[in-house]
Nanobody
Framework: QVQLVESGGGLVQAGGSLRLSCAAS????????MAWFRQAPGKEREFVAA????????NYADSVKGRFTLSRDNAKNTVYLQMNSLKPEDTAVYYC?????????????????WGQGTQVTVSS
């Protein structure tokens, strides 16, 4: 059984920073692309960022490019999403995700595993 456990969400003022973590367990993740999605109330789940386990190639949604940084620690099977210069529109539940597909632009329908989600709230 694959498990993805997120942590690090919370409440922050606009302009502040948070770091989300996603710890993966249960399988060998060397063939997985890891990603973050987010979902705000009344909106569809949207792609935020993705990273390959091998090579560490990354891709970001235009809305977070330059503000968010995705990294991984292979020894700990953990990925990190550093979020800086947060805006109220970043408020959402953030989900860690894993896919076996060789893509840095995954969509929700191609995800194999999801975490439980962590709330990020940015106040103005």
């Amino acid at each position: 059984q694959v498990q993805l456990v997120e942590s690090g969400g919370g409440l922050v003022q606009a302009g502040g920073s948070l770091r989300l973590s996603c710890a993966a367990s249960g399988r060998t993740f060397s063939r997985y692309t890891m990603a973050w999605f987010r979902q705000a109330p009344g909106k569809e789940r949207e792609f935020v960022a993705a990273i390959t386990w091998i090579g560490g190639n990354t891709n970001y949604a235009d809305s977070v490019k330059g503000r968010f940084t995705l990294s991984r620690d292979n020894a700990k099977n953990t990925v990190y999403l550093q979020m800086n210069s947060l805006k109220p529109e970043d408020t959402a539940v953030y989900y860690c995700a894993a896919t076996t597909r060789a893509t840095l632009t995954p969509n929700p329908f191609t995800i194999d595993y999801w975490g439980q989600g962590t709330q990020v709230t940015v106040s103005s």
